[in-house]
């Protein structure tokens, strides 16, 4: 049974910093990219950073960067997001997922096969 499971989120200053992690446990993730996404109160599941399977490659939307980095542990299973001068505009769910095939677009939530449950992060300005 595949399961993410992301921790880290909480409550923030505007300005301050947060580090995401998200374990995968099941099956092993690491021939595949792994992406974060965010979702906010009325609006829809966006995307935030991706990783390629050896972390050689990572890409961004522009809102966050300069100020979020993805990386990852293959040995551990696991992915990272480290969130600096957070803003309130920052303020989402944020969830990981996994994408299994090499099909589709790094930044579409619709080609990623598993996602965590998701963990919120808030920025107070």
């Known amino acids: 049974q595949v399961q993410l499971v992301e921790s880290g989120g909480g409550l923030v200053q505007a300005g301050g910093s947060l580090r995401l992690v998200c374990a995968a446990s099941?099956?092993?993730?690491?021939?595949?990219?792994m992406g974060w996404f965010r979702q906010a109160p009325g609006k829809e599941r966006e995307f935030v950073a991706a990783i390629s399977w050896s972390g050689g490659s990572t890409n961004y939307a522009d809102s966050v960067k300069g100020r979020f980095t993805i990386s990852r542990d293959n040995a551990k299973n696991t992915v990272y997001l480290q969130m600096n001068r957070l803003k309130s505009e920052d303020t989402a769910v944020y969830y990981c997922a996994v994408k299994t095939t090499v099909r589709g677009d790094y930044y579409n939530p619709d080609d990623y096969a598993y996602w965590g449950q998701g963990t919120q992060v808030t920025v107070s300005s």
């Open positions: 099941g099956r092993t993730f690491s021939s595949y990219t």
